[in-house]
């Protein structure tokens, strides 16, 4: 209902991260960026070294992770406003050619 986009207003520090699990951290870092486009056998790899870490020191690679990007827990993400997005039409060609 306020339309506040939370990303501008509050950021992941380290205090934020060491109190998830570790399973919430595995979790939130198979989404890093640097992470997320790594190819498959590299990206389990990486999460299996991970998952070995005691939580402070994962912790710590999460937050390197996600220096200096946006990131939000899902229960700060709000919905778009009706009425924020307009379908262009090239919105609505594209939209058809599926």
């Not at 220096?67 to 090239?90: K, N």
Request: net charge negative.
């Amino acid at each position: 209902a306020l339309d506040i986009d939370m990303g501008d207003h509050w950021r992941a520090d380290a205090g934020y991260w060491t109190r998830l699990s570790k399973a919430q951290l595995i979790a939130v870092i198979e989404t890093a960026p640097g992470v997320e486009s790594m190819a498959d056998h590299k990206r389990a790899d990486l999460l299996k070294a991970y998952a070995k870490l005691k939580r402070e020191a994962l912790a710590t690679k999460v937050e390197e992770a996600f220096a200096g990007v946006t990131y939000l827990p899902d229960f700060l993400i709000t919905s778009i406003a009706a009425g924020s997005l307009e379908v262009t039409d090239a919105g609505y060609v594209a939209v058809a050619a599926e």
